[in-house]
């Protein structure tokens, strides 16, 4: 029997009914393949980067997939079109973001995929809802784990 790669998602939303987006989001990730093997709790979090925006509702899940990771971003961004995302400009408000965080121990560095997430180290709200569901998960880069990385941001 093969062994599926497990992938970890980022899931936020600011516009619109948060919970309802992220929720919908989950079910249309099953829907693309994705068998989600955990779900995290939603999170209600401030704005980062562009601070002058409705608060965030944010959450991870952790699922196989035998998608390649450039097949699972196109993935990502069909169901984010699919929910009515619109460009907004960098870190601004979006009705849903979907972001890969880790796919398995994979490192890319591409002008298209990063994996992991170049910025996930510095984020609570992407680590906060990731340690609930992976807490031991190595981060490939850094070597250290998400309840690690966790702890070392500052409040």
Not at 21 to 40: A, F, P
Not at 48 to 62: E, K, R, S
């Amino acid at each position: 029997m093969q062994v599926m790669p497990i992938v970890y998602i980022g899931i936020g939303s600011n516009l619109g009914s948060r919970e309802e987006n992220c929720i919908r989001s989950v079910r249309l990730l099953r829907d693309s393949g994705l068998t989600i093997k955990k779900e995290s709790s939603l999170y209600k979090t401030e704005p980062w980067g562009v601070t002058d925006q409705p608060y965030f509702v944010n959450m991870a899940v952790g699922a196989e997939t035998s998608m390649k990771p450039e097949e699972l971003l196109e993935t990502l961004k069909a169901i984010e079109r699919q929910m009515g995302r619109k460009e907004a400009g960098k870190w601004g408000p979006r009705i849903i973001d979907l972001d890969i965080l880790l796919h398995d121990d994979l490192v890319i560095r591409t002008p298209e995929l990063c994996i992991p997430h170049p910025l996930m180290h510095r984020r609570e709200f992407v680590l906060r809802p990731l340690s609930e569901i992976a807490p031991d998960i190595l981060h490939p880069l850094l070597k250290k784990t998400i309840s690690a990385l966790l702890s070392e941001i500052k409040p």
